[in-house]
């Protein structure tokens, strides 16, 4: 996205708003860290449950936000249902942002 590319994005109204929704659900820590484990490999919904210490139901409400935000996709295998973030963007998202904080802040 170049810097055109921002100033059209300003300008509309709808898209900030879904931009600043999109903020909101990855404000949530379970859903950040729910993001996080899927971020190598597709995850079932009890391996995410377990792997975080969440209730299934409360992974599967997360997951229904999250894949309504674009954020991870689906994918049936069987009886069980796999996810992963959804793309290279929400991926390189994350991973500059864990970089971001990580940084040595001694210039602060």
Known sequence: MNTDDVSDFQSSTQRVA???????LLGDPSRLRILLFCLQSPKA???IAKSLNLSQTLVSHHLRL?????LVRSERQAKK???E???EHVSTMLVDMLSHIDEDHADD
Do not use: K, M, N
């Not at 999250?66 to 674009?70: D, P, Q």
């Open 81 to 83: 249902v796999f996810y």
């Open 66 to 70: 999250l894949r309504g935000a674009r």
């Open 85 to 87: 973030v959804a793309d």
């Open 18 to 24: 879904i931009l600043a929704e999109t903020f909101r």
């Open 45 to 47: 919904v009890g391996d």
